[in-house]
């Protein structure tokens, strides 16, 4: 009994800040169904008429597949070079490696706003035009971070080790990079790989200042809501978020299943 109030103060404090992180998803998701014109109390349905009318949207369509292009494109080459940045730190120590580390990770503590304007000037001044090409480089650069700090972090002694290893046996340094180091590194290049393409899926500023014509679905999505708010932007908001969700859930699925794997 004793404990059961003891615990109770803190039961509620967890319920409270659940109920604040998830109310508004679950508010969003519910309304999706709503079979009336807005997306408010009281509840009629549930219908999925908002969904189908956000299916037969042709351009909300092409902003998603704009959106999952740009996604998986942006996110390989962000871990193809977050594992480059990262091998080359961790395999010989630079004589200023803290000041690059730094470098490297500087563009988290940056608005995106400022990094998208920047981005749209200097891109300008190179030739390049808005377009879905430059969105992809935009998220190239606020993705590269946090994949480097991802990659980097699992590097050691094994990996030196490793990769002296390889090198004794007579492996070029392409060999050593890709059949070992690579495969040593699976679980960490992967989640670099999701975490990436997550954050690209829904991410709007950068979309939004560096895309003209062809947009992503966030783009989109903001589109409809300065029309008025619809139950079908809550059923394009729940279909981001059941990607994100999906995408996040597979990716710990897949990199413990990895990470057990290599203990084995």
């Known amino acids: 009994m004793r404990t059961w109030v003891r615990n109770t103060p803190a039961a509620i404090y967890l319920?409270?800040?659940?109920?604040?992180?998830?109310?508004?998803?679950?508010?969003?998701?519910l309304f999706s169904f709503q079979d009336g014109p807005l997306p408010v109390p009281p509840f009629n349905g549930p219908s999925l008429h908002w969904y189908e009318k956000m299916f037969g949207n042709e351009r909300l369509i092409a902003s998603l597949i704009n959106s999952v292009v740009v996604a998986i494109l942006s996110a390989?080459?962000?871990?193809?070079?977050?594992?480059?940045?990262?091998?080359?730190?961790?395999?010989?120590?630079?004589?200023?490696?803290?000041?690059?580390?730094?470098?490297?990770?500087a563009p988290l503590t940056v608005s995106y706003?400022?990094?998208?304007?920047?981005?749209?000037?200097?891109?300008?001044?190179?030739g390049i035009s808005k377009s879905l090409f430059a969105v992809g480089i935009g998220h190239v650069v606020i993705n590269l971070p946090l994949c480097f700090a991802i990659i980097y972090s699992q590097f050691g002694d094994h990996t030196r080790n490793i990769d002296d290893a390889a090198r004794d046996l007579g492996a070029s340094d392409f060999q050593t990079l890709l059949h070992v180091i690579a495969h040593v590194m699976k679980p960490s290049l992967f989640a670099s790989f999701c975490l990436s393409a997550t954050l690209s899926w829904d991410e709007f500023i950068i979309a939004f200042l560096l895309s003209r014509f062809d947009v992503t679905l966030p783009v989109i999505i903001f589109e409809m809501l300065r029309s008025g708010l619809t139950p079908e932007v809550n059923a394009a908001g729940t279909l981001v978020f059941a990607i994100s969700v999906t995408t996040v859930?597979?990716?710990?699925?897949?990199?413990?299943?990895?990470t057990s794997g290599r203990k084995k």
């Open 15 to 29: 319920l409270v800040v659940l109920a604040f992180i998830y109310l508004p998803v679950v508010v969003l998701v």
């Open 76 to 105: 390989v080459v962000t871990t193809f070079l977050g594992f480059l940045a990262a091998y080359g730190m961790a395999r010989r120590t630079p004589r200023f490696a803290g000041g690059i580390r730094f470098s490297l990770m």
């Open 113 to 126: 706003l400022i990094i998208g304007i920047g981005l749209l000037i200097t891109l300008n001044i190179v």
């Open 249 to 258: 859930i597979a990716a710990a699925i897949t990199v413990s299943a990895l």
